[in-house]
């Protein structure tokens, strides 16, 4: 095999609750890439649609994250890259990750899977750094895994992924202002209170079980949080509009996706999450904010292949 | 029915990740109650075994919970509690929630059961309010519910009770020394890192995937606790050398249980929970410091009712 396609998926870190260890992978949203065998040893990052981003291997997400797997696995060979972006860079919803995650993906596969999926997400991490200067696997880890993720630890790097339960789907709207990860990380306090740390250990938990018993409602309430919110709502258009718009319209939970401008709900049943993207939809025609929106169940398996040969 | 006697648990709050939301209930380890119907509408504590507590009604904890049911559901007849202790107080294994959660639960059945155990909690934590100065319900739940427990929210209160996997076994050494609860409280810093929290609320994440999976694995590798246990360890005698002794039998973790001096450990299996004992009375018998020690089962339903007429 010398050439394969793949769709990377979108994903929401944080999840409201689990800052920087919880991710969820989007099912219908996602970019495509091509990577190719060559014979050069090198990685070269041929052509990028859909964003104005570098090709110069060493900065560019998916050349890092590559470089990073091949320098642990050696070939005398190389790769050439080509990234169709849907996924807009700043939006949110682990676009870095996608690239990333997606590099590693496709040429872990072209090197006959000498790493598992989880494996990877080492990798991944890379090119997420060059993102945003820390190199999280919230987003990363997701989108090679499906379903839901938790980071139980980066040191040494131990990542559970959680089955979805079925009915469960997001609800994400995207307003077209840019927000940089570096940026949105900057404004977070260092120090928390106990007490607040203690509420968000208890909707983590709460949050898990709630998947592992398919309890919807349990779900609903265990999505908040106390901590980074009240901070990064305010960089936020709207905030609370959007959260109240999508709770009257019965979804369980909302919050910022990763770091924003993206705000995601999730609701138990397509329609109501179709509720919630009109409702939402609502508030940002209401204040003439031009936004994108999706509605996604959640991606069981994460990146999937379109085509190789 | 105007008689009840009931065998309440002991139980192990926090579990190293979970300060203040997660507990467990110990089979074997408890004390016994006498409940009685009488016709004079107040509670009076007749006898207490076993301990050098108070016996009036409002200074003590049972009295206090008792009282607190009794508030929100009225009748024109009282109780009469007697209690043997078996549980040491200050010993960091649920004392006080064993005499607060059993009065409530010896009462409620009294009435014929208006509450279900879960909607007790409240009631028993106001014993604990008493003992502690706060109204926390990481033991009582347990004692109440069985299993292991996980306090979400305390606003509005909501519980999940886990079952825990059936191999699972705890230890607990408990040094012959006092701690109140209180002062072991006095001494935790009321801000953390963000840093901290997050691997905690990881932690936890790990720790109730790990109970619905069964992976004992992970549920040790959870069993970790950045923000409590550095300062509450040192005023446990020989506290480093008991984790390392069970670690060495193969204990899945260990930690402080609730506020100390009790140590627990978790292991897989009766055998290893013995080694893990042999281990840790090693510790203490080179220390020459008197203890007590158990080995348990995890109790799947919390309080027990030995006989009613």
Redesign the interface.
């Given at each position: 095999m010398d050439y394969i396609k793949i769709f990377s998926p979108a994903t929401i870190a944080n999840l409201s609750?689990?800052?920087?260890?919880?991710g969820l992978c989007l099912d219908n949203v996602g970019d495509e890439m091509t990577v190719r065998k060559i014979d050069e040893k090198t990685i070269r990052i041929t052509k990028i649609e859909g964003a104005d981003l570098p090709l110069e291997t060493e900065k560019n997400v998916s050349g890092v994250a590559a470089l990073a797997l091949l320098h642990e696995w050696d070939t005398d060979y190389g790769f050439e890259i080509e990234i169709t972006k849907n996924i807009k860079a700043g939006s949110g919803i682990g676009s870095s990750a996608a690239s990333a995650a997606g590099s590693v993906f496709a040429i872990n596969e072209l090197l006959g899977r000498p790493y598992e999926n989880k494996d990877l997400v080492r990798f991944a991490m890379q090119g997420e750094k060059l993102a945003s200067g820390s190199a999280h696997a919230d987003n990363v880890a997701p989108a090679l895994l499906g379903g839901i993720t938790?980071?139980?630890?980066y040191d040494p790097l131990?990542i559970?992924k959680?089955e979805a339960p079925e009915e469960l789907f997001a609800t994400v709207i995207h307003p077209q202002i840019e927000l940089r990860t570096a940026d949105a990380r900057s404004v977070?306090?260092?120090?928390?209170?106990?007490?607040n740390?203690?509420?968000?250990?208890?909707?983590?938990?709460?949050?898990?079980?709630g998947l592992?018993?398919r309890d919807y409602g349990?779900i609903g309430?265990?999505l908040q949080d106390k901590?980074v919110e009240p901070i990064r709502g305010l960089l936020i258009p709207g905030f609370d509009r959007l959260k109240i718009a999508c709770q009257t319209q019965g979804a369980l939970g909302s919050g910022i996706s990763g770091s924003g401008p993206s705000v995601f709900a999730l609701s138990r049943g397509f329609e109501t999450a179709q509720n919630a993207a009109s409702a939402m939809s609502q508030v940002y025609d209401d204040m003439k904010l031009p936004y994108e929106i999706h509605i996604s169940g959640i991606n069981p398996e994460g990146i999937k292949i379109l085509d190789k040969k």
């Open positions: 609750c689990g800052f920087d260890v919880l938790l980071v139980r630890s131990d559970i959680i977070l306090k260092q120090h928390i209170t106990l007490q740390a203690i509420t968000q250990w208890g909707n983590v938990g709460g949050f898990v079980a592992y018993t349990l309430r265990s901590i």
